[in-house]
């Protein structure tokens, strides 16, 4: 049984989201797991455990879950040691670098859809939780089962879930501009609207010089969501082949944005706009290629409705009945050899409770739509979580790296598939695919990271 979040509770949490503004917004043996509370709860000696994350740092929200965790473990310290590199990537080599030196937290956070995951687990840096959940009876059922298919490797559970989304799979919508061209709003829960609609939306709407119909960034969770839209994929399955030079439905995908952005020439280059979120808001963009999150920050953005009003719409069902996304998480590690287990895995999942995760959302500003009781919650505040409902429910993975070389990989799609859709650049579709595609392999050829 979940347990119910007071109304004071919700409210003090929503209230301090409002001051603080939301951040913009993915088989080895397993450790040992004696020792202290087989249950998973943390030991009556004195114990003392590091966290190292990126996650929530000048928010509040890692203090106070550290605070409401001591007065329930009052015999357990734990040290706070935020992460505040220049970019994610470079907090995941922060966090290589402190275990190659032995110092790295017991709890930690590699995440699946950053691509570090299976690498932290080949190079036993995390270790598996199984007995632990087995012996503290925890029930899984409380997260959506996707984000929970993330925490697993090889028949082994890694991690519990901390943020999670459906990717790319949105079209966030100012329908100011729709209103008062008479132009009819998507249903934002429905994927029924055709490619070839949203197409001629960019066309209706784009005022050469002055207004965008549609924007959209081409980076690996663009692609994916682009070809999946009609009826493709990036890569196979197994993380080895990338299928732009062979799969014709994928190509179809970037023919349509390639003819939007270099032939027509009505998408914006990242020169022209260098801040979707701020165009559409500021009634120059009328559509934004993004995600859930980015509909939910654009809502809470809107100053003025008569210039910004949100709607959304969803990509079109796939022939085999896919809805076309990616679903995108993280999760809570636990460092492979810590000392303290037990306490470690009773702090995660601490963090993870239905309040805990209210609170990453609100406090930490974090987009962490995995459990269904906080997308309820999050519907009472706001109508428009129950937007994201159907891709949370029944989202497609994302299909990863083997080699987990994410940071190449996700830089090589930016880096080609920005240039190819350049019409500054002018390359020939035949030759932007063939080298976008090449790139891609190149990496996913690589030596296992």
């Avoid at 399955?237 to 014709?248: F, H, I, M, S, V």
């Avoid at 120059?284 to 910004?308: C, M, P």
């Avoid at 505040?381 to 949370?392: A, S, T």
């Avoid at 940071?407 to 598939?417: L, N």
Wanted: aromatic share 10%; proline share 5%.
């Amino acid at each position: 049984m979940t347990k119910q979040l007071s109304r004071r509770h919700f409210l003090k949490m929503s209230g301090a989201a409002a001051a603080a503004g939301l951040l913009a917004a993915c088989a080895p043996q397993a450790a040992p797991q004696s020792g202290g509370q087989a249950s998973g709860g943390a030991s009556s000696a004195g114990v003392k455990l590091k966290w190292d994350t990126f996650r929530g740092p000048g928010t509040g929200w890692n203090e106070d879950e550290i605070k409401s965790f001591k007065e329930k473990n009052p015999n357990v310290d734990i040290e706070f040691r935020p992460l505040t590199g220049a970019s994610q990537q470079d907090n995941y080599g922060k966090m290589y670098a402190l275990f190659a030196a032995g110092d790295l937290g017991d709890i930690c956070a590699f995440d699946p859809s950053h691509f570090h995951f299976w690498r932290a687990i080949n190079k036993n840096i995390i270790g598996p939780i199984d007995d632990l959940v087995a012996a503290d009876k925890l029930d899984l059922k409380q997260w959506y089962d996707k984000f929970i298919a993330l925490q697993m490797f090889k028949g082994k559970q890694y991690g519990l879930p901390s943020w999670g989304w459906a990717g790319q799979d949105t079209m966030v919508i100012n329908a100011v501009q729709f209103e008062a061209a008479g132009e009819k709003l998507p249903d934002p829960k429905a994927h029924d609207t055709s490619m070839d609609q949203y197409a001629e939306w960019a066309h209706k709407f784009f005022k050469d010089g002055e207004h965008y119909g549609l924007g959209m960034v081409f980076d690996e969770g663009h692609l994916v969501t682009l070809t999946r839209a009609f009826n493709g994929d990036l890569i196979n399955e197994d993380g080895t082949k990338c299928l732009l030079a062979t799969d014709k439905n994928a190509q179809d995908g970037l023919r349509w944005a390639y003819k939007l952005a270099v032939e027509d020439k009505v998408l914006p280059r990242p020169a022209d706009v260098t801040d979707m979120a701020a165009a559409i808001l500021g009634g120059k963009l009328t559509i934004q290629w993004g995600g859930s999150l980015d509909a939910r920050n654009f809502k809470r953005g809107i100053k003025d409705e008569k210039v910004a009003k949100a709607a959304q719409g969803l990509l079109p069902t796939r022939q085999d009945g896919q809805f076309p996304c990616q679903t995108r998480g993280g999760t809570w590690n636990i460092l492979k050899g810590s000392k303290h287990p037990q306490e470690a895995y009773a702090f995660i999942k601490h963090i993870t409770t239905l309040e805990g995760c209210i609170s990453f959302n609100l406090k930490a500003g974090q987009g962490a739509l995995v459990r269904p009781d906080v997308v309820a919650e999050l519907i009472k505040q706001d109508p428009i979580h129950e937007w994201f409902i159907p891709n949370l429910e029944k989202g497609m993975p994302a299909n990863a790296p083997a080699n987990s070389r994410g940071r190449e990989y996700t830089d090589a799609c930016v880096q080609w598939a920005t240039k190819m859709m350049d019409p500054k650049e002018n390359i020939p579709f035949d030759k932007g695919l063939q080298d976008l595609n090449d790139n891609i392999q190149k990496v996913l050829d690589m030596e296992p990271a």
